[in-house]
């Protein structure tokens, strides 16, 4: 237990470094992510990681260590934005588009659907379509 | 040279300018003499670019340095293949390319439509010409690629100056995929273009039928295709050059051709049930616009440097040009789609939720909200900023989050769409159809996960791609079965003669198959692992089943750059299969020392074995290497491949049975001899 606690240690060490270093840009001007960036003599990318190591060394949470980049580099160094305030809006609106559209779509298909619906159907149609629909599965789609 | 190109710009616009005005006053003035000037005068809109374009491509090969554009983007030791594609390698360039593309797009359509569509062909010409006008106002006024390198000095006009050597290419574009990545690109952005001249012709003529959709089906097919093969080359380009282990980051220009893409797919599906149902008119139009628009904006967005500060914007060059032509575009077309909405109504009506009709709805909705999640991600620095007054970022994390939901419900449509019925399924067709690749899928989901795939959209991914193949080899098999039946051919025929009696449905298949490659190998990405390690010569490091050894390590100059190189033996479970020669190369050209990687790469349909060398220790004896495990990637450019096979299937007409052969000369025999009477 002795032996294997410090290499568990720094085996959760860099699991973190590897889990965390993705939230950020490396500040070089690359635009890449800081678990990405590795052009050659980057004056950034070791420095920050290295930063990196030293907080998850002090024992911080994540968040804690995020609003520590935050202060030191800037927002622009979080590679999402935070959800809360202004920046919710970001994590909201793609969401509530494609709710919004799928309600729309439903509307369109019923007000159709009920308008159909008011056109007299006579009483031996429905048994002409299902077996239309079963001539359809059997046919040879060449259209 | 030069001046041939200068004046043949100057010509250029003079002639494209003439050409819309002929067209517009011919057709109000009913004058087919103004209107043929119109189209010839298109035409010679085409033989100016080329004329331009020539001549760049003529300075590039020569070094002409006077020129500041070749002066920035070439260099006396840049091989011949790389010069000629410095002609876009820069702004000016991809612009003049772009503009280029067009006119070529613009000749083809004219000459093959001219005759068969009189009425709209004016109109198309002078959408297009008027499109054409925009690139060669730009290229005149705001980035002419033939503008003469100068020195400037305080309280004198420009000196005229010749450098010695130029600035070189950027080392990231010397490279095969950068060729050939661009003209793809462009190819699909240029080819929208013509679904919009065409809906816009239909709108001004009222010919809202499905002519402008049969005549641009091909035509969007092609520029389609372009813009998917340029989309993947870019990935392809980024994985080799790039050096960090993937092939899309979500960088606003890989953003910008998405957009685009996007809705061009969700186009090319709606427009299905126009022909089949006719309907969703309105909506067809709404999509041909915003492709077009997007595609323009996609050029605007990366050339106008506004995602990187909405200040950017107003000192680009061209950002005022883009946002001026992208309001008037935008502004007319969807003020002709609102007066003519009354010769939109659709012929039909939808019948159900659960119906053919209803799952390319939800389609089309599904790529719009991808889209829009992709420009309002890619927007939201730029509203954040311009709002609040931070700068921001949003990066892949925000990306991958938002889209991935999405991309997975959308892989899921694909298999549910072919299996319901047009008009309206029954519950025992949904039954029917459902049961078996349901059952199918949910037990390959079983054993995944048993198998050790936990990663949940991974996961959801591959259930989901294993749905969809089902459903289309079923298709492909109900098919062919019927047909085996009925005219005693084997299945192989069967499946052949199928497929080319009806090219576009079963090239759309094979499409569908192309993304469950694409998705199987974007899954495989969740479970990349990678390691880094520095090497001397003999030292070794593992991997997986892999171990990496050191052989070599050596340097090479060339007049374009110098390298450090590693020769690296590759043993998977002790057994050698590979050596790979990763390098570090330092290009000569410019002020500064360009640094870039060239990876190796072994790559299996299992996994990619990736590896950067990421330089020499400070003694020179070690190289630091980076090495990246990257599951089914190769499955990524499989897809590709068969996504371009897909998609040239449907584009063949189909094969005639020779009932309809008959049926159609006789047709055309009763139309002659009812003209010869007439006559």
Redesign the interface.
């Known amino acids: 237990m002795l032996v294997t606690t410090p290499l568990a240690l720094a085996a959760d060490r860099s699991d973190r470094i590897r889990e965390l270093s993705?939230?950020f840009?490396c500040i070089c001007g690359c635009?890449?992510?800081l678990s990405?960036?590795?052009?050659?003599?980057c004056p950034s990318s070791g420095p920050m990681l290295a930063d990196l190591g030293n907080q998850i060394d002090q024992g911080k949470s994540d968040n804690a260590i995020m609003a520590y980049f935050v202060e030191k580099y800037?927002?622009?160094?979080?590679?999402?934005?935070p959800a809360s305030g202004?920046?919710l809006?970001?994590?909201i609106?793609?969401?509530a588009?494609?709710g919004i559209?799928?309600l729309m779509?439903?509307f369109?298909?019923?007000r159709?659907?009920s308008?159909?619906a008011g056109v007299p159907v006579d009483g031996d149609l429905t048994k002409y379509?299902?077996k239309v629909?079963e001539e359809?599965?059997?046919?040879?789609?060449?259209? | 040279m030069a001046q041939i190109g200068q004046f043949a710009l100057a010509l250029a616009w003079v002639v494209t300018a003439y050409s819309v005005v002929a067209s517009l006053l011919g057709i109000h003035l009913k004058h087919d003499k103004l209107i043929a000037s119109g189209r010839n005068a298109a035409l010679g809109t085409f033989a100016c670019i080329t004329t331009a374009i020539v001549c760049l491509g003529y300075l590039f090969a020569v070094s002409d340095f006077s020129i500041k554009y070749i002066a920035a983007h070439s260099n006396r030791d840049l091989p011949i293949y790389f010069k000629v594609s410095s002609i876009w390698g820069g702004q000016e360039g991809s612009l003049l390319f772009w503009g280029w593309l067009l006119t070529v797009y613009s000749a083809l359509v004219i000459i093959q439509n001219w005759r068969k569509h009189s009425a709209m062909m004016p109109y198309v010409t002078a959408v297009l010409m008027a499109t054409s006008l925009f690139f060669t106002t730009m290229h005149l006024f705001a980035v002419n690629p033939f503008n003469q390198t100068v020195i400037l000095q305080a309280q004198t006009s420009p000196i005229p100056f010749v450098p010695a050597d130029g600035s070189g290419l950027n080392p990231l574009l010397q490279d095969a995929y950068m060729v050939i990545h661009p003209p793809m690109l462009y190819l699909g952005f240029v080819g929208f273009a013509v679904p919009f001249a065409f809906a816009m012709a239909a709108m001004f003529t009222k010919q809202l039928g499905d002519t402008w959709i049969r005549t641009t089906r091909r035509w969007t097919m092609v520029a389609w295709m372009f813009l998917s093969v340029g989309i993947l080359l870019g990935g392809k380009w980024a994985y080799h050059e790039l050096?960090?282990?993937?092939f899309w980051?979500w960088?606003p220009v890989e953003n910008a051709s998405l957009m685009p893409w996007l809705i061009g797919t969700a186009f090319l599906h709606s427009v299905m049930v126009q022909e089949k149902k006719g309907m969703l008119k309105v909506w067809n139009m709404v999509l041909v616009i915003l492709t077009y628009i997007m595609s323009i904006f996609g050029t605007f967005l990366t050339r106008s440097g506004v995602v990187n500060s909405v200040h950017a914007f107003a000192q680009s060059p061209i950002g005022g040009y883009f946002a001026a032509f992208l309001i008037v575009a935008l502004s007319g077309a969807l003020y002709l789609l609102f007066d003519r909405l009354p010769y939109l109504k659709s012929e039909n009506?939808?019948?159900?939720?659960i119906s053919r009709e209803?799952s390319f709805?939800?389609n089309n909705?599904?790529l719009?909200?991808a889209c829009?999640?992709v420009f309002?991600?890619t927007m939201?620095p730029v509203i954040?900023e311009a709002?609040?007054g931070?700068?921001?970022?949003?990066?892949?994390?925000?990306f991958n989050?938002?889209n991935v939901p999405?991309a997975i419900f959308l892989m899921f449509l694909t298999g549910v769409g072919p299996l319901l019925?047009w008009r309206?399924a029954?519950t025992n067709?949904l039954k029917r159809n459902f049961l078996m690749p349901g059952v199918l899928a949910l037990a390959t989901g079983v054993v995944l996960y048993l198998r050790g795939v936990q990663h949940f959209y991974a996961w959801l991914s591959l259930v989901m791609s294993t749905f969809v193949t089902i459903t289309i080899v079923r298709e492909f098999y109900k098919?062919a079965r019927?047909?085996s039946v009925?005219t005693g051919e084997n299945f192989v025929e069967a499946v052949v003669n199928?497929t080319l009696?009806?090219t576009r449905?079963y090239g759309g298949y094979v499409v569908h198959f192309a993304f469950v490659l694409l998705f199987i190998g974007w899954s495989g990405q969740a479970f990349t692992t990678d390691g880094s390690s520095e090497l001397g010569i003999g030292d070794t490091m593992a991997i997986r089943e892999y171990t990496l050894r050191v052989d070599k390590l050596g340097t090479e100059d060339t007049p374009n750059y110098s390298s450090d190189k590693a020769t690296v033996g590759l043993f998977e479970y002790g057994k050698k299969v590979a050596n790979m020669f990763p390098e570090?190369r330092v290009y000569k050209a410019g002020q500064e020392p360009q640094?870039?990687?060239e990876v190796a790469i072994y790559s299996t349909a299992k996994n990619d074995v990736y590896v950067?060398f990421?330089?020499a220790t400070t003694d020179g004896k070690k190289a630091i290497l980076?090495v990246f495990y990257n599951p089914l990637t190769m499955w990524v450019w499989i897809g590709g491949v068969v996504l371009v096979v897909g998609t040239l299937i449907a584009l063949l007409p189909?094969k005639k049975?020779p009932a309809r052969k008959r049926q159609e000369s006789e047709s055309k025999e009763e139309q002659k001899e009812i003209e010869t009477k007439v006559s």
């Open positions: 993705p939230n840009i635009n890449q992510l990405a960036c590795n052009h050659f003599h800037g927002t622009t160094v979080l590679a999402a934005p202004f920046n809006a970001a994590w609106m793609p969401f588009a494609l559209g799928a779509v439903l369109f298909v019923r159709f659907r308008r159909w379509q299902q629909e359809l599965e059997k046919f040879t789609p060449e259209d | 050096g960090w282990g993937g980051g960088d009506q939808m019948e159900s939720v209803s709805m939800f909705l599904v719009l909200a829009f999640a309002w991600g939201f954040s709002v609040k931070v700068k921001i970022t949003v990066s892949a994390p925000f989050k938002v999405i019925a309206k029954s067709s098919g019927a047909r009925g199928l009696r009806n449905r570090r640094p870039t990687s950067v990421a330089g980076q189909n049975t």
